[in-house]
Nanobody, 121 residues
Framework: VQLQASGGGSVQAGGSLRLSCAASGSDFAINNMGWFRQARGRQRDLVAAISSGGENTRYADSVKGRFTISRDNAKNMVYLQMNSLNTEDTAAYYC???????????????WGRGTLVTVSS
């Protein structure tokens, strides 16, 4: 299973970016998907998550009202629209997908490689 994230980059404060993450390599349905981020010297924290059907979402308090998570199940993709970015949003962003793994016979969280977001003042 592979998750490929894209869309990171450099932007000025107040700007917007849209992150995308494509999952491939599994025949099993994807359950929850989402995004974490990790700033330099800090732990990895949840940014946003979305349920399998997209009906339930949750966000870190720091991004509520600015970020929107969505998914396209036909394409096995999850997106993160980030608006009104500020310097505190600078971090590496990691997507994840929860799905059944026959290797462990249980649900497993797969991770993509980070995509860097840099917000300058």
């Amino acid at each position: 299973v592979q998750l490929q994230a894209s869309g990171g980059g450099s932007v000025q404060a107040g700007g917007s970016l849209r992150l995308s993450c494509a999952a491939s390599g599994s025949d099993f349905a994807i359950n929850n998907m989402g995004w974490f981020r990790q700033a330099r010297g800090r732990q990895r924290d949840l940014v946003a998550a979305i349920s399998s059907g997209g009906e339930n979402t949750r966000y870190a308090d720091s991004v509520k009202g600015r970020f929107t998570i969505s998914r396209d199940n036909a394409k096995n993709m999850v997106y993160l629209q980030m608006n009104s970015l500020n310097t505190e949003d600078t971090a590496a962003y990691y997507c994840y997908a929860d799905m059944f793994s026959p290797r462990v016979s249980a649900d497993y969280r797969y991770w993509g490689r980070g995509t860097l977001v840099t917000v300058s003042s």
